[in-house]
């Protein structure tokens, strides 16, 4: 398994060799260095933490400096643990685009676009009316029913209603790896990718 | 120019080699064209194993996109039904483009020439 974090850029499409257009999400990803490496015997469970990003030395506060101190790798504004990652991996080293190859099956994580209270057509896909006759004009999008009236004389838990949406955790599987450019850090990846622009995102091989 | 431009001006100049290395001439080069012209399209045609040029010709209806999703819209009239193609500018499937005949259409979507006979399209693009 190897995995790395990045920013994603945007979109943009490329061609491959048949001709056909291709989709890419653009990612700058790395350099990655490994901050620490977590063992069983120490911590209980194995993992690699890895750190992504500049960040001013100003911003660093006391624990965290001494963290990075211990490890010797200059200060990084994000830092996430892996499990599983190669426990080959040793401190200070650094992982860059290079750990993926072209036609590599990648998964990226990261948080998805918030969109605000949405209501449940969108929200759930619900079907909404459909129609606006039988005094239903004011009402197409609605939820309809929540459930019935003595028996149960309640609204079951977790059904599904208008609320916040997005702005959550999301993974997207199996991308493949269109192109690497190691002298820019950059990877593009087939398809689209959880996130706003300038987000941070996880891709993860196993 | 942003990180993402300079990735498409990559990818840009591959496809372009592709055409270069797969064209007579050795050149790679997209003439200037506008609505209301006349081209020929070089299109590569990829039949089981063999391949072979197929040249599409008509007049140039419409352009749109910018770096490397741009792609115009060729119409012609095929055995009396209209025909239009729609060609990514940088495809690699793309051999070569060539200006036959420069119109003079003051719009840049001609999407109004579909209705019209083809001695009317000659009125109006002359």
Do not use: W
């Amino acid at each position: 398994m190897s995995a790395l974090l990045g920013k994603k850029l945007g979109m943009t499409s490329v061609y491959n060799d048949k001709g056909d257009q291709i989709p890419v999400t653009v990612i700058e990803a790395g350099p990655c260095p490994v901050v620490q490496v977590k063992t069983k015997s120490t911590d209980g469970y194995s993992a690699v933490q890895i750190g992504y990003g500049e960040i001013a030395a100003r911003k660093i506060n006391k624990p965290l400096e001494g963290h990075f101190k211990k490890s010797g790798v200059e200060p990084v504004r994000h830092l996430k643990e892996f499990r599983h990652l190669a426990e080959t991996l040793n401190i200070g080293e650094v992982l860059t685009v290079e750990v993926f190859q072209k036609g590599d099956k990648v998964k990226v994580s990261g948080t998805g676009k918030g969109r605000g209270f949405q209501g449940v057509v969108k929200r759930h896909h619900f079907g909404g009316v459909g129609m606006t006759t039988h005094g239903q004009s004011d009402r197409p999008r609605a939820p309809g029913s929540i459930g019935s009236s003595s028996y149960p004389s309640r609204v079951f838990k977790g059904l599904r209603m208008a609320g916040r949406m997005g702005g959550k955790r999301i993974s997207t599987r199996n991308l493949e790896i269109i192109d690497i450019m190691p002298d820019t850090n950059i990877l593009l990846v087939k398809g689209n990718v959880p996130g706003a622009i300038n987000s941070l995102v996880e891709i993860v091989k196993h | 120019m942003n990180k993402i431009d300079v990735i498409e001006q990559i990818h840009i100049a591959r496809a372009l080699e592709v055409r270069k290395s797969k064209s007579e001439s050795g050149t790679s080069a997209i003439p200037s064209f506008r609505p209301g012209d006349t081209v020929v399209v070089a299109v590569r045609v990829i039949e089981g194993e063999k391949e072979r040029v197929q040249n599409y010709q008509g007049i140039v209806i419409a352009r749109r996109g910018s770096g490397i999703n741009a792609t115009f819209r060729v119409r012609k009239v095929s055995n009396g039904v209209g025909v239009e193609r729609i060609f990514p500018l940088y495809s690699p499937i793309i051999q070569s483009i060539e200006v036959v005949r420069q119109g003079n259409a003051r719009r840049s979507k001609l999407y109004y020439l579909r209705g019209m006979s083809e001695k009317k399209i000659r009125a109006k693009l002359s």
